[in-house]
């Protein structure tokens, strides 16, 4: 099986959320929570490690998991910087569009 490449692709290698959430000694809630943020805190990985390692998941190391939190958060900063490039793009269009209409107002 290839590694996983995200959190909810590891979360998704247990039986159900339940499993889960009792192997690391969460409420089911806090694991659902986990898998729609496609996030697992790293105070986690060591008991998820271990659960993963009891349940013959191979996959699921501390290294694996250190790859997809870089991976997630160079995707996050990516993201952020497009956004604020759409923003400074937005905000420049809209003075052009301000001068350009006070140019008309002028010669009117």
Same mark, same amino acid.
């Given at each position: 099986?290839?590694?996983?490449?995200?959190?909810? !692709?590891?979360?998704?290698?247990?039986?159900?959320?339940?499993?889960?959430?009792?192997?690391?000694?969460?409420?089911?809630?806090?694991?659902?929570?986990?898998?729609?943020?496609? !996030?697992?805190?790293?105070?986690?990985?060591?008991?998820?490690?271990?659960?993963?390692?009891? #349940?013959?998941?191979?996959?699921?190391?501390?290294?694996?998991?250190?790859?997809?939190?870089?991976?997630?958060?160079?995707?996050?900063?990516? #993201?952020? #910087?497009?956004?604020?490039?759409?923003?400074?793009?937005?905000?420049?269009?809209?003075?052009?569009?301000?001068?350009?209409?006070?140019?008309?107002?002028?010669?009117?």
């Amino acid at each position: 099986m290839p590694n996983p490449s995200s959190f909810e !692709s590891v979360i998704s290698l247990w039986p159900s959320l339940a499993e889960l959430a009792k192997d690391i000694g969460v409420d089911v809630s806090h694991a659902q929570t986990m898998k729609t943020r496609d !996030s697992i805190p790293s105070r986690f990985w060591g008991d998820l490690e271990d659960a993963a390692r009891r #349940r013959g998941i191979s996959e699921v190391t501390a290294k694996q998991l250190s790859h997809i939190e870089a991976k997630l958060k160079k995707e996050k900063r990516a #993201r952020t #910087r497009k956004s604020r490039k759409s923003k400074v793009i937005s905000e420049l269009n809209t003075k052009r569009e301000l001068k350009a209409e006070r140019s008309n107002v002028n010669r009117l």
